[in-house]
Structures are given as structure tokens and as C-alpha cells.
């Protein structure tokens, strides 16, 4: 390789990496913007989903609680039923 081959080779690298770096630098402050931005309306959805399931667990919650004083409420029913039907039973009995 000679002399002319190499410096044209040095200039063409050289230009190469100055207009990669102001090029690239200004396409990268564009893609972190278009990027914040994107995280930003992921997140709010994230966040949307987030109050929705808070929401539904609130409504479990409510719904397992009513669930539970039913049940509590039938075993004490079927309690008194048991115990009326021991005493009639006993009163036949005897």
C-alpha cells in the first residue's frame, strides 16, 4: 500500500467517525427521548392494570368476606337443626 492509498484510507476514516459522532449523537438524543417517552406510556398502563387489579382484589375480598358469613350463618342454621332434631328425637325416645 503506498502513500496516497493510506492517507485516503486516514481521511476517509477519519470523516467516517466526525460525521458518525455528530450524526449518531443526534440520533441517539432522538431515540432516548422516543424511548422515555414510550417507557412513559408503558408505565402508565402498567400503572392502569396496577389500580384495576387493586380494584378486583378489593372486590375478592368483599366477595370472599360475604362468602364466609353465608357459610357461617348456614352452620349455625344447620347447628339449631341438628340440635332440634336430637331433641325430638330424644322425646320419642323416651
Do not use: C, H
Amino acid at each position: 500500500m503506498s502513500w496516497p492509498e493510506t492517507i485516503t484510507l486516514a481521511i476517509t476514516i477519519f470523516i467516517a467517525m466526525t460525521s458518525g459522532m455528530i450524526y449518531g449523537n443526534r440520533r441517539f438524543d432522538d431515540l432516548r427521548t422516543d424511548m422515555n417517552a414510550r417507557f412513559g406510556d408503558v408505565s402508565a398502563r402498567f400503572g392502569d392494570v396496577s389500580a384495576r387489579l387493586t380494584d378486583m382484589n378489593a372486590k375478592f375480598a368483599e366477595l370472599r368476606s360475604d362468602v364466609d358469613t353465608r357459610f357461617g350463618e348456614l352452620r349455625a342454621d344447620i347447628r339449631d337443626l341438628r340440635a332440634l332434631i336430637q331433641e325430638d328425637l330424644r322425646r320419642r325416645a323416651s
